[in-house]
């Protein structure tokens, strides 16, 4: 016999959600999920301000969401693994009509929370049957207060569709034909699709992301009043929307979205400002490793070591890498992965026609996880999937807990997935058996993970903040819109970018700014990776006997806000820079390790 080849991972198992698409089951559930959402939307119309009532219908919707859910994350499955099923498509379609009902739906319950009296309200925060689910309540009943008129929002809702969403509609139409004519290193000349841009800005060879960089800057320039327009459209719609709502700043709404304080942001921003010249060493270092006195805007992405070539990773080496090191790390954890693996939850085969990327999506109606990434045998996918299996993990610690105590928010998301992919690294990193390519490789990739959190993405925020700021006062033109960019790169970089590598255009190129869903799109990933490095820190510090607290932080991570949570669980103060100095100072280690490369 010869030699086994490298195996290719399973495909996963959706079987336990439904028989399949479109088979009777399916086809049942979805009918009376639609019955359903109609039926609770006429009931919220005329429900009474009786406690009781109340209490029945806030069951009813969490038990509806969870179904809404179910089916949701499952058509979400389906079409990440096979993008071209039309059939999919289409019940993804129907199924966004639906999800724009059921927000009617919340809409209609909320305003009925926010016209109860404070007795009322509290003797329905004490009804038996909403225990456990008084922090989502309580925001329901805020988000109510913060609504205008049901004609008004409903208005609103109907103007977005063809105004803010328009103007990020347009965004993403105009970026995604953009092309540029580029001249390569060897001589020859191309005409580039916008979309590799990023791609030959991380690229090891600094001619090509030079040539790159500023080949692509023509048709951000040459588009830039358009562009200018749309941000402006953005920002000064949300600005109306604040005001009518009577909400009172810019930011509470993406503080209220990440369940967040201002004095934690602020301190969190603090510490990284008082601190900067830690993250600031890493790009010195990454200078010195090109050969550089400083970094250009298109040095910031590229590794300066290279990943190691050797033969690609097997899948079936790549899941013993990452059991072994959550197993002797975090035991339970290890268990976890097993069972996800033999459970077949995750799906990891190249097969063409998959989307790219990774996530994890789950079913609160089922009480189950599922990892989707594609594997290429790769060091980077081995940490995607300790990434995702750490979120996975999350789900299943808050399984006992009931939906409405569930649901985290975007900051506290990320700090199970870090703390995963945390536990890994350490893991190869005092692994004897792995060779200092691979070591050199990952001190790397951290150190590009640092830059990213610690410098670019509080430099995306202070951007953003002195532009929302400004164009309280009026529509802010072009000219100023890239003095406010480089302003905020000088401010977070210093000397690490050089006199001329700054990025004027950069406010036009991230796509992040033009994102309508939310705003503040950037700062909860900063929050994220902070906070795990906090948790990670501790639980180095204090080994095995830190587990079991840091279980009690996921459990709670959808049962209050950020400070309560952190408070309670781990008896830190979130409004501290101190907390938020000491998390950024656990780099480092791994910066002093990164400092000895030649
Ligand atoms: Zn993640």
Redesign the pocket.
Known sequence: MTAAAPKTPDRWSLESWFTAFAAPDYVIFKAALADDVEALKTWAKSISAAPKDMADLICAVEALSDRLGHLSAYLGCLSADDANDEAVKADEAWMSTLDAESVKLRATLQSALAAMTNSAFEELLAEPSLKGADHAVKRMRIEGKQQMAAELESLAADLNVNGLHAWGRLYDTLSGKMVFDMIFPDGHTESVPMARRRALMSEPDRKLREAAFHAGQKPWIDHADTLASGLNGIAGTRLSLYGRRGVPHFLDTPLFDGAMSRASLDAMLEAIHANIELPRRALRTAARLQGTSALHFFDLEAPQVAAPEEKPLSWDDACASVEKAFSSAYPRLGNYFRDLLRDRWIEAQPRPGKRPGAF?TGSQLKHEERIYMTWHGTVHDMVTLA??AG?AWHSCVLRPARSFAANYPMTL??TA?NFGEMILLDGLMSDPGMTPEIKAYLLDQEMLRAHAYLINIPMRYEFEKAFYTERANGEVPVSRLSELMEDAQRKLYGDTLLADGTDPMFWASKMHFFITGVSFYNFPYVFGYLLSQALFARFKAEGADFLPRYEAFLAATGSATCEEVVKRTLGADLTDPEFWATALKAIEPTLLAYEQLK
Do not use: F, G, I
């Open positions: 994890c990434h995702e979120h998301a990320e997935s």
